[in-house]
């Protein structure tokens, strides 16, 4: 089981760049890394998935170098409505048990 | 309009009561989860199913219970047996394991 290290937390302001990287340094070959957004007293969200170099959807982006052993989330022009925490899990697809360990996360803060 | 519920979304309780928290989803997903969630912590695995009928234990399955008798339904039942139960519980589902996971809006539980 891949751990993961994320920052406990981090600040910003609104319209910047925030990049949260995450690592994962046992990662194995058929792992994936996702990340998740929850709100306070809220459930988690997903936000995007990917295996290798880059994943861009609406929301974010996910960049992940060769070697696989970190992943950063990308949040471009942040909000205030961005404030949260984010999770990142790394497991292999179609095992349950594995994808399922929420750390502590990245608690953001996006100040005005 | 298609989601997932949970009810209610607080819920008090006596110390040596057993108490259900509902979980239902018309997503049509197989797979079904169950965290808890203490303040400023991430979410705990406590029981998840892949398949009506069948369900695995998560990392902090001790004095809980969970059934899986409809795919729309997982019902988690807290017992007199957890010694701390006071939480957030957030259910999620999912079409299968390798795919995202849905969460509800979750139940706070107190138990004095």
């Known amino acids: 089981l891949a751990k993961t290290t994320q920052p406990i937390s981090m600040d910003s302001y609104e319209g910047q760049e925030v990049n949260i990287t995450c690592s994962h340094n046992?990662?194995?070959?058929?792992?994936?890394i996702t990340w998740y957004q929850q709100f306070p007293s809220q459930g988690p969200r997903f936000i995007i998935q990917?295996?290798?170099t880059k994943v861009t959807n609406e929301v974010a982006s996910l960049f992940i170098p060769a070697d696989r052993k970190s992943s950063t989330l990308s949040l471009p022009r942040v909000s205030l409505s961005d404030t949260a925490v984010y999770y990142c899990?790394?497991?292999?697809?179609?095992?349950?048990?594995?994808?399922?360990?929420f750390g502590g996360g990245t608690r953001l803060m996006v100040k005005p | 309009d298609g989601g997932i519920t949970q009810s209610p979304k607080y819920l008090f309780r006596k110390e040596g009561q057993n108490v259900t928290l509902s979980c239902e989803q018309n997503?049509?997903?197989?797979?079904m989860y169950w965290y808890r969630q203490d303040p400023g912590q991430g979410l705990r695995l406590i029981y998840y199913?892949?398949?009506?009928?069948?369900?695995q234990k998560g990392d902090i399955a001790e004095g809980y219970s969970v059934s899986r008798e409809k795919k729309e339904s997982f019902p988690l039942t807290v017992t007199s047996a957890q010694k701390n139960p006071t939480a957030f519980y957030l259910c999620?589902?999912?079409?299968?394991?390798?795919?995202?996971?849905?969460f509800g809006p979750g139940t706070r539980l107190t138990v004095t």
């Open positions: 999620a589902s999912s079409r299968n394991t390798q795919y995202e996971q849905y």
């Open positions: 046992n990662i194995a070959t058929n792992d994936y």
């Open positions: 990917g295996y290798k």
């Open positions: 899990l790394v497991g292999p697809h179609g095992e349950a048990g594995n994808m399922l360990t």
């Open positions: 997503l049509n997903h197989d797979a």
């Open positions: 199913s892949q398949i009506v009928n069948d369900f």
